[in-house]
């Protein structure tokens, strides 16, 4: 019975996400928009794909197990993630070929965080890696910039750490020290 209604359950992400895509690429909206009081969860091997869109969250929105990518080309300028409500993601992936992705909100990501083309720009906000969470794939052609200012948490056990990177933010740490849970936090301003 169980089963059963897990599956129900993902028949009908399914379906919401292709209605929403019908819709996107009818009205030739730019956005997938998640109204206040919709509760929106992708949970398992879910993958969403915003080709040259943004994302609003004014609802709830979850994305436990799933995917999210976007991708896209300078022709469309800027993604954006915005919204009244922070955003949970669990693999996110920044896939523009020559435009960038922008935070209008602030974020959390228990998963991977990858940047395979193009950058993500803080834009004053913030992105919590918790203690799952970590950066993937940051190079100097594609990296997480905050030109306005923003910042990357990621937060560990340091009980006599040997070589720690949390998060994978860029520092290694090594104490003899039972320190316990602490939050390394990576700023970016110009």
Known sequence: MI???????????YILFTILASAAFLSNAQEVRISNGLNVSLDGPVNLVLNNMALSNNGQFKAEGATVQFTGGMDAGRSIIRGS???IFHHLIIDRASADVQLDNRIFVNGNLTLTKG???????S???GTSGRIEGENTSAYITGKNGGFIKATTDLNQAQSTNPGNLGLKLTTNQ???RSSIIRGHVQ
């Open 178 to 180: 039972k320190l316990g």
């Open 85 to 87: 409500s922070p955003l």
């Open 127 to 129: 992105i919590d890696l």
């Open 119 to 125: 950058n993500l720009d803080l834009n004053n906000y």
């Open 3 to 13: 089963n059963h209604k897990r599956n129900i359950m993902k028949y009908g992400q």
